[in-house]
């Protein structure tokens, strides 16, 4: 089975601070995405990354940029944290190259709260 | 621009009776579409998804879905609903770009 992990559950952060959310993934997948989600208004796409130091932007980007250095892991950063990006950050795989047909493997998330 | 609706914030259905989430999606080309499940405190899984061909789809837990090209509609389905099955349902559309997500179903099965 696919697994991807993210490293915290749960995260409690202070307005400004810089935050890394990491995401790992173990089944030699290409693409990989951040998503954040928001009571009513679903999943939404913040960055994406198709191979190793390749990144593309999603819906909302503003306030956050992302790292992939090695094919497993792509990190969120939010470079100076506000209130409003409190929420539920999940991160997903995909395999087989750029093909949109197969599903997305996603972890458990990380609610983080920003003070 | 992809996009997906789910037009009923909340489903609520009583144990063994049949279950129905909606989904329309807009799209420009082929769709392929996906639903997902998220119970609390977990992230999502995969349910089932239509890329072509038969335009009933069945996947986990026995969950089914049609393709309905001309109402442009995804609709979930199940048979006889379960307690278990209380959770929020995502609908997804692919067209040539990465996942577009619906806002989310919250089915409620009561005992």
């Known amino acids: 089975d696919v697994k991807v992990t993210q490293s915290s559950r749960y995260l409690v952060k202070r307005t400004g601070e810089k935050v890394f959310l990491e995401c790992v993934q173990d089944m030699d997948h290409e693409n990989m995405f951040w998503y954040r989600q928001d009571p009513g208004l679903g999943l939404r796409l913040i960055y994406f990354s198709y191979d190793v130091k390749m990144k593309e932007k999603g819906d909302i980007p503003e306030g956050y940029s992302v790292s992939r250095e090695k094919k497993e892991r792509f990190s969120l950063i939010l470079e100076s944290a506000s209130t409003n990006q409190t929420s539920m950050y999940l991160c997903?795989?995909?395999?087989?190259?750029?093909?949109?047909?197969?599903?997305?493997?996603f972890g458990p998330g990380t609610r983080l709260t920003v003070l | 621009a992809q996009s997906v609706a789910q037009p009923e914030d909340q489903v609520n259905v009583a144990e063994g009776n049949p279950l129905t989430v909606k989904c329309t999606y807009s799209v420009s080309g082929n769709p392929y579409l996906f639903w997902y499940v998220q119970y609390p405190n977990r992230g999502l899984q995969f349910l089932l998804k239509y890329i072509t061909g038969d335009n009933l789809v069945k996947g986990s837990y026995g969950f089914e879905a049609e393709f309905n090209k001309s109402q442009t509609s995804f609709h979930l389905k199940k048979p006889s609903a379960l307690v278990s099955d209380s959770a929020l349902y995502f609908c997804a559309v692919s067209g040539n770009t990465p996942l577009v997500f619906g806002k989310g179903t919250r089915l409620s099965v009561i005992a």
């Open positions: 997903a795989s995909r395999g087989r190259g750029g093909s949109l047909d197969n599903e997305q493997f």
